[in-house]
């Protein structure tokens, strides 16, 4: 048996019934029968040091201990993969479950693994790392309804049965699919999960244990958990920060609990739905301040905003970092034939917009649309009356922006204009880090609009700030050609 085999178990497949079908998968035969038994055997007479009672808010920390709770409903193990290993199969399985479900996600290889920054954090100044669990949820014993997540509609649980259904126990998981109106399901049953099966199923949904039943010697339900614990650390350090030195996050998540899709609508499940579908990553599609997220916020400002300031179905239009085409998809048809132009550096986010402008907007009109990182707009070979560059210079370089300026003054018809957004605010700064989950972007922002009124002196155009229409995150600026 390898230490730490590979696994090249397709993910496409799982991805389809998770996140467009009936929320879970089951991966059979993930550990053979053997490998369950001696798992379910070592965890039922070794255990970590033992905390009673267990409060993560106390508990959890850089570099904490592992830990176990005996009870005599349910004993749980937690293990964190920066500790030595006390059973070097137990952390192998750990590694293994975690590394498929950051594949499944489409996280970085590294996610979870050690302590890192949350995009969804209920504790603003908390850090994120994972402990797998043995659970044993011995007879009379049961898991209340509850949602994890809420926010994050990417996020997976790794559930792998170390006993199995009928022969150990009875009652078990169950799962309700809110997304599509299901009652809860008792997947224990109803997949008649053997030692050794692993269970995927989205996080957010609605989820418990039934009570335990078993009979005779038999052991229960027995599992191991593949979730995040989260860790609180001091805002100026790495030494633990204890429930007692703060009070505990007062977040209101009941809004997201249930319903499952209020943070994005109907259009934009479409839209995310396909982008699964695609083979786009989870982690980007589902997160809740993002582009799908934020579709139905975000698809009619910057068109509003064009005819606001003159856009006519006879202009022609730039869209400078188009996207999937949340613009596009408004823009397209309503402009006259071939008028618009879209440019985005994201290979998938071109992909994905020519798929939905032919798919969800029917559209009749013909488009352009070009992949390129270096404003090459001379490509399109035509001159423009407008361009847009919503959420743009928000994530360029200050030398990017200025070459896009610069492009653009090869390709504005005299008197065109731009319309773009920028963050204002704060210390003047651009920040090279990579953030996100696949993408590299620099996040950059001004003190006020003194670099603009530099940079529109020096190339000889006019950059003004606008009050009308008003941006629901940013500041809107226009810049006249």
């Known amino acids: 048996m390898e230490l730490f085999p590979i696994d090249y178990t397709p993910v496409q497949p799982i991805r389809e019934a998770i ?20 798992l379910l055997q070592f965890w039922q ?15 959890l920390y850089l570099g904490c201990p592992d830990s176990s709770t005996l009870s005599a409903e ?3 193990h937690y293990n964190f993969f920066w500790n030595p290993p006390l059973d070097m199969f137990s952390y192998t399985t750990g590694w293994r479950l975690q ?9 970085p290889p590294n996610k979870d ?39 994050d509609h990417a996020r997976v649980q790794l559930s792998l049965a170390l006993t199995s259904y009928g022969d150990d126990y009875t009652g078990g998981f169950y799962l309700e699919n809110g997304l599509l109106g299901g009652e809860p399901i008792n997947l224990c049953a109803k997949e008649q999960l053997r030692a050794g099966d692993l269970l995927i199923f989205r996080y957010f949904q609605p989820h418990g244990v039934y009570p335990i039943a078993t009979r005779d010697n038999q052991p229960g339900y027995a599992r191991i958990l593949m979730p995040p614990e989260a860790i609180a650390l001091h805002p100026g350090g790495l030494r633990p920060q204890l429930a007692a030195d703060s009070p505990r996050p ?3 998540d009941t809004p997201y609990r249930e319903g499952g899709r209020l943070y994005y609508g109907e259009e934009a499940a479409q839209l995310m739905d396909i982008a ?4 786009y990553e989870p ?12 579709h139905d916020q975000f698809r009619d400002w910057p068109f509003e905003a064009l005819r606001a300031h003159g856009l006519q179905p006879h202009h022609q239009v730039l869209d400078i970092g188009c996207g999937f085409g949340k613009l596009a998809m408004r823009l397209v048809d309503w402009l006259e034939d071939d008028h618009y132009c879209g440019i985005d550096p994201v290979p998938g986010y071109i992909h994905l917009a020519e798929i939905y402008l032919q798919k969800v907007s029917h559209a009749r009109h013909r488009y352009q649309l070009l992949c390129d990182g270096e404003f090459a707009f001379e490509r399109f070979a035509r001159r423009f009356d407008f361009a847009m560059a919503h959420s743009v210079f928000t994530h360029l370089s200050f030398q990017q922006i200025e070459q896009c300026l610069r492009r653009l003054q090869t390709v504005m018809q005299p008197g065109g204009s731009l319309l773009f957004t920028v963050c204002i605010g704060g210390e003047e700064r651009e920040e090279h880090v990579v953030y996100g989950n696949n993408i590299p972007m620099i996040k950059s922002y001004h003190r006020d609009l003194s670099f603009y009124a530099t940079l529109a002196e020096r190339l000889g155009i006019v950059i003004e700030a606008l009050e009308q229409p008003p941006h629901p995150t940013q500041q809107v600026c226009l810049a006249r050609f």
């Open 74 to 76: 349910v004993d749980r």
């Open 283 to 294: 982690a980007e599609v589902f997160f809740y301040r993002g582009l799908w997220a934020r």
């Open 45 to 59: 007479s070794h255990h970590n040091p033992v905390i009673d009672p267990y409060d993560k808010w106390d508990q």
């Open 19 to 38: 996140y467009r079908g009936p929320g879970y998968y089951v991966i059979r035969n993930f550990l053979d029968a053997q490998q369950a038994a001696y």
């Open 113 to 151: 693994f050690l302590p890192h920054f949350q995009r969804y954090r209920k504790d603003p100044n908390g850090y994120y790392g994972a402990s797998y669990r043995v659970t044993l949820t011995k007879y009379g014993a049961e898991v209340p309804r509850h949602v994890d997540y809420p926010l």
């Open 99 to 107: 590394a498929l479900r950051n594949r499944i996600e489409g996280n």
């Open 276 to 279: 699964v579908h695609e083979g």
């Open 250 to 252: 007062d977040y209101d």
